[in-house]
């Protein structure tokens, strides 16, 4: 794919473009970087694709003539039957559609989620197979332009307003872009507020993406469809807090309830652009702007300490410690105490310019 200058002068993009090849080199050779042993679970960690179910994982039986799990098995044949309507017609419906045709059987969403989980799993297909699809709530903006599977043409370029992501991301087709990077951006105020600065068109070309907090299924689908088919870098800004960094995770090595689906959904090729803790003190950023880390915040922190990817990510482990030991997290809206624009204006430019991501 061929770049041409857009916004700032090309030598802005130097370092952008070097992280590129290297990223491509990596892929040539067959992974993003040295591989990690390590199992937690039922799960094991490949550095090349995350988070993945091990095919020896423990597993349970659900009989129908058990008091124990006669109601879940009741209830995984009634979905299975949905199931085989909606592939036998070759039409879709959502997790709510389904949920919300017998309400009170099934009393709750999460038990309709679940089982698909558990279907989609025991079969080793994805939703999407099942004919079953994800209400999105993500949001993209930016350098973009797709088709989508009812033939509407979506033009993503920033504005006032973003796009909604599509609900089937498969079925999206013909995507085209110039950008330089993929920005995943945590919070929907921050996305929001990138938008406002006209970030998109100041730093062009680009595509911002966020998925409202810790994100929803096409969210994921649609990062990972991006990389797989511009390989171009992905970022993230989230918070310096556990939480942000949980987030940037799920992203880049997935999670261990979508362990099964790893190869579709993780891009481990993902980095931290910000808002790094050692950020923190390199900017000044005072006291007050600052947050104390609370019990759950601690042992979330130490709980992602302990995960296998962090020993092949020390720049990460020495970004959590400085965390760690200070007992202070910040969310990314402390940098508006520099200026109101400032994150668009100087932090990201700077970071992007320099290569100021781990």
Same mark, same amino acid.
């Given at each position: 794919?061929?770049?041409?200058?857009? +916004?700032?002068?090309?030598?802005?993009?130097?370092?952008?473009?070097?992280?590129?090849?290297?990223?491509?080199?990596?892929?040539?050779?067959? !992974?993003?970087?040295?591989?990690? !042993?390590?199992?937690?679970?039922?799960?094991?960690?490949?550095?090349?694709? +995350?988070?993945?179910?091990?095919?020896?994982?423990?597993? #349970?039986?659900?009989?129908?003539?058990?008091?124990?799990?006669?109601?879940?098995?009741?209830?995984?044949?009634?979905?299975?039957?949905?199931?085989?309507?909606?592939?036998?017609?070759?039409?879709?419906?959502?997790?709510?559609?389904?949920?919300?045709?017998?309400?009170?059987?099934?009393?709750?969403?999460?038990?309709?989620?679940?089982?698909?989980?558990?279907?989609?799993?025991?079969?080793?297909?994805?939703? #999407?197979?099942?004919?079953?699809?994800?209400?999105?709530? =993500?949001?993209?903006? +930016?350098?973009?332009?797709?088709?989508?599977?009812?033939?509407?043409?979506?033009?993503?370029?920033?504005?006032?307003?973003?796009?909604?992501?599509?609900?089937?991301?498969? =079925?999206? #087709?013909?995507?085209?872009?110039?950008?330089?990077?993929?920005?995943?951006?945590?919070?929907?105020?921050?996305?929001?507020?990138?938008?406002?600065?006209?970030?998109?068109?100041?730093?062009?070309?680009?595509?911002?993406?966020? +998925?409202?907090?810790?994100?929803?299924?096409?969210? #994921?689908?649609?990062?990972?469809?991006?990389?797989?088919?511009?390989?171009?870098?992905?970022?993230?800004?989230?918070?310096?807090?556990?939480?942000?960094?949980?987030?940037?995770?799920?992203?880049?090595? !997935?999670?261990?309830?979508?362990?099964?689906?790893?190869?579709?959904?993780?891009?481990?090729?993902?980095?931290?652009? !910000?808002?790094?803790?050692?950020?923190?003190?390199?900017?000044?950023?005072?006291?007050?702007?600052?947050?104390?880390?609370?019990?759950?915040?601690?042992?979330?922190?130490?709980?992602?300490?302990?995960?296998?990817?962090?020993?092949?990510?020390?720049?990460?482990?020495?970004?959590?410690?400085?965390?760690?030991?200070?007992?202070?997290?910040?969310?990314?809206?402390?940098?508006?105490?520099?200026?109101?624009?400032?994150?668009?204006?100087?932090?990201?430019?700077?970071?992007?310019?320099?290569?100021?991501?781990?």
């Amino acid at each position: 794919m061929a770049f041409a200058p857009m +916004g700032p002068e090309a030598s802005f993009f130097e370092v952008l473009d070097r992280h590129r090849e290297s990223l491509l080199a990596a892929l040539r050779r067959g !992974g993003q970087e040295p591989p990690s !042993g390590g199992s937690r679970l039922a799960s094991r960690f490949e550095d090349s694709v +995350g988070l993945q179910m091990v095919s020896h994982c423990t597993t #349970r039986k659900i009989k129908s003539d058990s008091p124990k799990s006669v109601k879940k098995f009741a209830l995984i044949l009634k979905i299975l039957s949905m199931i085989y309507k909606l592939v036998q017609s070759n039409t879709y419906a959502t997790k709510r559609d389904i949920y919300y045709t017998d309400s009170q059987l099934f009393g709750n969403q999460t038990v309709v989620d679940n089982i698909i989980n558990d279907i989609s799993c025991m079969l080793k297909v994805s939703r #999407r197979s099942l004919h079953i699809l994800s209400t999105s709530k =993500g949001l993209i903006a +930016g350098n973009l332009r797709y088709i989508e599977e009812d033939g509407t043409k979506v033009n993503c370029t920033c504005g006032a307003t973003a796009v909604a992501v599509p609900s089937n991301i498969q =079925g999206i #087709r013909n995507l085209v872009t110039d950008a330089k990077f993929v920005l995943i951006v945590e919070k929907d105020a921050t996305f929001q507020r990138l938008l406002d600065d006209n970030f998109c068109n100041k730093l062009s070309p680009c595509i911002m993406i966020t +998925g409202k907090g810790v994100p929803d299924l096409n969210t #994921r689908l649609l990062v990972k469809k991006l990389w797989d088919t511009f390989h171009v870098p992905v970022f993230t800004l989230v918070d310096a807090d556990p939480h942000g960094i949980e987030i940037m995770c799920i992203y880049k090595y !997935g999670s261990m309830s979508m362990s099964f689906e790893a190869h579709h959904l993780t891009v481990p090729a993902i980095r931290w652009l !910000g808002l790094l803790p050692s950020d923190l003190k390199r900017l000044n950023v005072p006291k007050h702007s600052l947050i104390p880390l609370t019990n759950r915040d601690q042992m979330k922190l130490d709980s992602i300490l302990r995960r296998p990817y962090v020993t092949c990510q020390p720049f990460w482990r020495k970004e959590m410690e400085i965390m760690a030991d200070s007992k202070m997290k910040a969310e990314i809206q402390a940098l508006t105490f520099l200026s109101s624009d400032y994150l668009s204006r100087v932090y990201l430019p700077n970071k992007l310019k320099f290569g100021g991501w781990i």
